[in-house]
């Protein structure tokens, strides 16, 4: 799993977006993404972190990678039922 941090993905909107341009460069890609952390893991079989990060440049954003170890994936939401 390659991991990114995306301090200015704020909305669902960056999260659509920050997705399409992963999934251009890998259309069977997982992407996973964690608005409240800023957190973006993607699962390609295909793509570098290198690639991915440049695809998420160009769509305009500012992505760090992160250590995809230190990245805990947390499904809870307000009512249980979002995820």
């Known amino acids: 799993m390659i ?6 993905m704020t909305c669902g909107h960056c999260a659509s977006t920050i997705t399409k341009a992963v999934n251009v460069i890998d259309g069977q890609a997982k992407v ?3 608005l409240n ?3 973006v893991s993607i699962e390609s079989g ?5 690639s991915l990060a440049d695809a998420i440049r160009e769509a305009g954003y500012t992505p760090v990678q992160v250590q995809a170890s230190a990245v805990v994936t947390s499904k809870k939401s307000c009512c249980g039922h979002c995820h």
């Open 32 to 34: 996973d993404i964690d």
């Open 46 to 50: 295909l793509a570098s972190a290198d």
């Open 37 to 39: 952390r800023h957190l």
């Open 3 to 8: 991991a990114f941090e995306v301090n200015d």
